[in-house]
Every structure is written in structure tokens, then in C-alpha cells.
């Protein structure tokens, strides 16, 4: 009978949820569970379908919930349930929670104990967004990145605008400019104002100019 991992843990953007998404689907192929990320489904439309699972949910072992879950209200049904102690302890040994602080990671280890202990759940919530499986991850690196590519027309897109780029400049620098997580994470010593991002660039900009080069820059947010 199919087990499911369910993930419900909400923190930070994009990077923070690829992190969280790539490290259990690695465990989840690796030991043939079957996944849903509820919080990640919302970045799914992003990335490519793959044999038409939607990038939220891996179903490496066939059950009716892998249709099921494609529809909304099933996955919102999954949602709700995934908060409630009450209803989760209602359903008895059918499911199991697992639940880590921001600041403590998952690894696959404690995954393995869960679904293997001595209530063996068909369904595992884990209430974790730091999930530290580097071993399945090494395995499984070519699924995962297959599954975890964007669609077509992002690439397409990406690809187009840099070429253009290059048409008229012999060098590109990209520049990620990281300020609203920043700002108090770690009493804000990562946090730079817009004054300190325009002096870099021009330092980097005398350099290579000196060095004969046309560069040009690609800023993101």
C-alpha cells in the first residue's frame, strides 16, 4: 500500500521551497514514497509537467490519492487537515506528524523511523521546511533537476534576452539584490542600501572597462 510524505510548512520564497521540495523528492524517489508539498504547489505552474505529475507531487507508487490530489479541493481538503492536531489524532495510526522548529533540520534519517515505526502510517506530515536528505539528493541529482526544470517558454525566454545581450556586450554580470528578508535577518548584516549596490557596480564597471571589456549588467530582485 502506497505511503505519502505530506509537506505543510510555510517559509520564505522560491529558494527556501526549491531547498525544502529537492531534498524530499530525492528521499521520496529513493525509497519509493510518494509526495505532496502543499507548500510548494504554489510555484508548481513554474516547472515543467513531468509524465504528468505537477512539480508539487511525485508518485513514485500508484494510488487513487495521486488523482485525487490533482484536483482543488482534495487539496485543500489536505491543507486544512495538515493544521489540525485534532482532526490529524482523530484518524488515528493512519497518520503520523512529524514537526521540526525553523531552526532544527529533517533529515532523512528521522523520515525512515517515521514511516518505519511501529504504527507504519500510510500518510506522514512533517511540519518542516529544512529537510536535510544529501545522500538520496546525490542519488537521484538528474531526476530531480529534470523534474525541478522550468517550462519551456521560461527557458526559451531567458535564453532569447541573454542572447540579445551578448550581441552587444563581450561580458555580463549579474547582480542579486537581496534586501527585504535582509533587513533584520541576522541584526541586518547582510542588508545594503541601494547607494553600496551603485558603488560595487561602478567599481566592477571601472575594472573591466580598464581591462578593455564592454560589459552589461542583469539585475534581479
Known amino acids: 500500500m502506497a505511503q505519502w510524505l505530506i509537506i505543510k510548512r510555510d517559509y520564505g520564497q522560491l ?43 511525485v508518485a513514485p507508487q500508484i494510488s487513487v490519492w495521486r488523482l485525487l490530489f490533482r484536483f482543488s479541493p482534495f487539496l ?19 497518520i503520523a506528524v512529524i514537526e521540526k522548529t525553523d531552526e532544527e533540520s529533517l533529515g532523512g534519517e528521522d523520515l525512515r ?22 545522500e538520496a539528493l546525490k542519488k537521484r541529482a538528474n531526476e530531480v533537476w529534470q523534474r525541478l526544470s522550468p517550462h519551456q517558454e521560461a527557458r526559451d525566454s531567458v535564453k532569447r534576452h541573454i542572447s540579445e ?41 571601472g575594472l573591466l572597462r580598464k581591462n578593455h571589456r564592454n560589459p552589461g549588467y542583469l539585475v534581479c530582485s
Open 76 to 94: 485543500r481538503f489536505a491543507e486544512r487537515l495538515s493544521l489540525s492536531d485534532s482532526k490529524l489524532h482523530g484518524l488515528g495510526k493512519h
Open 113 to 134: 523511523q517515521a514511516f518505519q515505526g511501529n504504527t507504519t502510517p500510510r500518510f506522514l506530515v512533517a511540519r518542516s521546511w529544512n529537510l536535510q536528505c544529501p
Open 165 to 205: 545581450l551578448r550581441e552587444t556586450h563581450d561580458v555580463l554580470a549579474g547582480l542579486h539584490v537581496r534586501r527585504n528578508d535582509y533587513r533584520l535577518w541576522e541584526g541586518g548584516v547582510h542588508f545594503h542600501s541601494w547607494e553600496r549596490y551603485r558603488d560595487w557596480l561602478r567599481q566592477l564597471d
Open 15 to 57: 529558494g527556501n521551497r526549491l531547498h525544502t521540495h529537492a531534498n524530499a523528492m530525492a528521499w521520496c524517489l529513493e525509497h519509493e514514497v510518494n509526495l505532496l508539498n502543499l507548500s510548494f504547489q504554489g510555484y508548481s505552474s513554474q516547472f515543467a509537467d513531468t509524465a504528468g505529475q505537477l512539480a508539487h507531487m
